[in-house]
């Protein structure tokens, strides 16, 4: 199994920016996807962003154009580039690992890190 260990994350001003990273141990980054999901206090996990091992990316409609997910397969890093950030963008971030095919937004099937905490301040 994967495991995945995030970094990046932070408090910044309300229009700044941040970059998350994802870093995978154990097996590659050879999954059908990897993606980012987020969790605000007394929220559910929701979805952040997703690439498929094919290249499709896939953005909630609450970050995109603000965010940006990218990969590096030789180097088994996952990376997501925050900008504009807002104070709701605060949250948990997770890096999740999707070995087989099925949907890239609910949080079934998937391996997750430990979480970076981002925090936007007004």
């Known amino acids: 199994q994967v495991q995945l260990v995030e970094s990046g994350g932070g408090l910044v001003q309300a229009g700044g920016s941040l970059r998350l990273s994802c870093a995978a141990s154990g097996r590659t980054f050879s999954s059908h996807a990897v993606g980012w999901f987020r969790q605000a206090p007394g929220k559910e996990r929701e979805f952040v962003a997703a690439i498929t091992w094919s290249g499709n990316i896939y953005y909630s409609g609450s970050v995109k154009g603000r965010f940006t997910i990218s990969r590096d397969d030789a180097n088994n890093m996952v990376y997501l580039q925050m900008n504009s950030l807002k104070p709701e963008d605060t949250a948990v971030y997770y890096c999740?690992?999707?070995?087989?095919?099925?949907?890239?937004?609910?949080?079934?099937?998937?391996?997750w890190g430990q979480g970076t905490q981002v925090t936007v301040s007004s």
């Open positions: 999740a690992d999707q070995r087989y095919s099925g949907s890239v937004y609910n949080t079934e099937n998937k391996s």
